[in-house]
């Protein structure tokens, strides 16, 4: 599933299943689903460091976050995405060399001469980062007001786990994953400026709608 968009800016929220539902009634409505090429099941792995929190006085700073992805059930090449303000750059990681990671092998990571990885490798060793909280969810993607460049994602069936080194098996973690009942997501992303028809649309369709800051939980 092709799942990368560019765009400047970006807008998550929670939707309950009334508002979600009536958000998709009218998306669909209007025929601006993506169809396949935007529909599938995303698997992410999130990386975070820990040290402000094991040493008093260290404060969190605002550095780059990581986060694995895989998509339609299929682990075979991933994406590992750097985050940084507004700012997301992604490289290429094939399924052997996550499983070396999983295992806790990173010199590999230095060896390729991709920034991206680079970047991630000095996180791992020098503000020590760790696996989090796993997500995985069904997405639809929409596609809307072209001129303005702005994107639709919905996403649900969304599960959580804690077990990162079954990441790369997605039946087990079908299994064994706590469902998030209920719940559902809105990412949202613009180029440049949102329409006040589009602003409408959402106070109309998910007026309980919640805003995200974090985009892994």
Same mark, same amino acid.
């Given at each position: 599933?092709?799942? #990368?968009?560019?765009?400047?800016?970006?807008?998550?929220?929670?939707?309950?299943?009334?508002?979600?539902?009536?958000?998709?009634? $009218?998306?669909?409505?209007?025929?601006?689903?993506?169809?396949?090429?935007?529909?599938?099941?995303?698997?992410? !792995?999130?990386?975070?460091?820990?040290?402000?929190? %094991?040493?008093?006085?260290?404060?969190?700073?605002?550095? %780059?976050?990581?986060?694995?992805?895989?998509?339609?059930?299929?682990?075979?090449?991933?994406?590992?995405?750097?985050?940084?303000?507004?700012?997301?750059?992604? %490289?290429? #990681?094939?399924? %052997?060399?996550?499983?070396? @990671?999983?295992?806790?092998?990173?010199?590999?990571?230095?060896?390729?001469?991709?920034? #991206? !990885?680079?970047?991630?490798?000095?996180?791992?060793?020098?503000?020590?980062?760790?696996?989090?909280?796993?997500?995985?969810?069904?997405?639809?993607?929409?596609? !809307?007001?072209?001129?303005?460049?702005?994107?639709?994602?919905?996403?649900?069936?969304?599960?959580?786990?804690?077990?990162?080194?079954?990441?790369?098996?997605?039946?087990?973690?079908?299994?064994?994953?706590?469902?998030?009942?209920?719940?559902? @997501?809105?990412?949202?992303?613009?180029?440049?400026?949102?329409?006040?028809?589009?602003?409408?649309?959402?106070?109309?369709?998910?007026?309980? $709608?919640?805003?995200? #800051?974090?985009?892994?939980?």
């Amino acid at each position: 599933m092709e799942n #990368v968009y560019p765009s400047g800016h970006e807008l998550r929220y929670a939707l309950n299943q009334t508002d979600y539902q009536t958000l998709r009634s $009218r998306l669909t409505a209007a025929g601006t689903a993506d169809g396949g090429r935007g529909s599938g099941w995303v698997h992410t !792995l999130g990386f975070a460091s820990y040290i402000h929190k %094991a040493l008093p006085g260290r404060e969190e700073r605002t550095e %780059a976050r990581f986060a694995l992805r895989y998509y339609n059930s299929d682990p075979t090449f991933l994406l590992l995405e750097r985050r940084e303000g507004e700012t997301t750059a992604t %490289a290429m #990681v094939a399924e %052997a060399e996550c499983r070396a @990671l999983l295992a806790g092998e990173t010199s590999w990571l230095a060896e390729r001469h991709d920034p #991206v !990885l680079r970047d991630f490798h000095a996180g791992l060793t020098e503000r020590m980062l760790l696996p989090q909280m796993m997500l995985m969810y069904h997405r639809e993607s929409y596609t !809307l007001l072209e001129d303005y460049g702005i994107w639709l994602a919905l996403d649900t069936d969304i599960r959580v786990s804690l077990q990162h080194e079954d990441f790369l098996d997605p039946e087990l973690l079908a299994r064994e994953a706590v469902a998030r009942t209920g719940q559902a @997501l809105l990412e949202v992303s613009y180029t440049d400026t949102i329409p006040d028809r589009f602003l409408c649309l959402l106070e109309e369709a998910a007026p309980r $709608r919640r805003m995200l #800051v974090d985009r892994y939980l």
